[in-house]
């Protein structure tokens, strides 16, 4: 784990990238951060976190290090041991999280819980949706640190590169430690409601777009073939033929659209 700092005095802002080592576009931003040195008025730090698996391209070394929290000095694997150091480096720090995915090139945010924190930030970043998992935080950063992850677009590409740069500094001047003003947008909110399993087979497929409505009776998956049929209307998340090895992907229900406030008079 490679931990950096800008700025000066104790820092309750925190920036982490490299959680999955097969998702490098977050590591660009935070480098990028490191090379420049922007002037900032609020102390960041910046941590790389699973460096080993990042060497080995690979998403984890053990095991899924955002499935570990809150981990174990004394664990048996490299990802446990590592969760519990990068809790101890992250408390009392709002911490900013960067992964990318293989189902959904457009940003959006994954939140455990609408926090007032999430309603005031998250509308200020450049993403699509946020995304409430609090039924599925166990084990991930977020059931542990008070953090705002982001799927910054496709896993390896290089769009996902410059909107993990884009987002982390949005991030920065959003919580006031780089200068600069945010632009507030109208954003729809969702809540992850179920897992969407899928049988072991040789080939896959998804027929619908995440974010999309999904009405009862719809085709939206399909198994060697075998096509899977929604029993009542849902909201696809995360939803790829191949990003998971066991599920597809999420079904949502849409809480809310945040809306921005009117201006003062």
Not at 188 to 204: C, E, F, G, S
Not at 243 to 250: K, L, N, P, Q, T
Request: contains cysteine; hydrophobic residues 40%; glycine residues 6%.
């Amino acid at each position: 784990m490679r931990v950096a700092q800008l700025g000066s005095g104790t820092p309750e802002l925190a920036v982490v990238a490299g959680i999955h080592g097969d998702e490098p576009c977050g590591v660009r931003a935070v480098e990028r951060l490191l090379d420049e040195r922007p002037t900032v008025e609020r102390p960041v730090k910046l941590i790389v976190a699973n460096e080993a698996a990042l060497e080995r391209r690979v998403r984890f070394v053990d095991e899924d290090l955002n499935r570990t929290f809150p981990g174990h000095p004394n664990a048996k694997t490299h990802e446990a041991q590592l969760a519990h150091r990068l809790v101890e480096e992250l408390e009392g720090c709002l911490t900013f999280s960067m992964h990318s995915t293989q189902s959904h090139a457009d940003p959006f945010a994954i939140v455990n819980g609408v926090s007032e924190t999430a309603k005031e930030l998250v509308p200020q970043l450049p993403v699509a949706a946020m995304v409430e998992t609090s039924q599925f935080a166990e084990g991930r950063l977020f059931s542990k640190i008070n953090t705002i992850e982001v799927e910054c677009g496709l896993q390896g590409s290089e769009t996902a590169a410059q909107n993990a740069d884009r987002l982390t500094r949005t991030f920065l001047t959003a919580v006031g430690a780089l200068p600069g003003d945010t632009v507030c947008r109208e954003l729809p909110v969702y809540q992850l409601t179920d897992v969407i399993n899928k049988q072991r087979a040789d080939t896959y497929e998804v027929f619908v777009d995440n974010f999309t409505r999904v009405d009862a009776g719809d085709p939206f998956a399909a198994a060697d073939g075998d096509t899977q049929v929604a029993n009542e209307p849902f909201y696809p998340v995360l939803m790829s033929p191949n990003g998971y090895r066991d599920v597809f992907g999420y079904a949502a229900d849409k809480l809310d659209i945040l809306t921005t406030p009117p201006a003062a008079d």
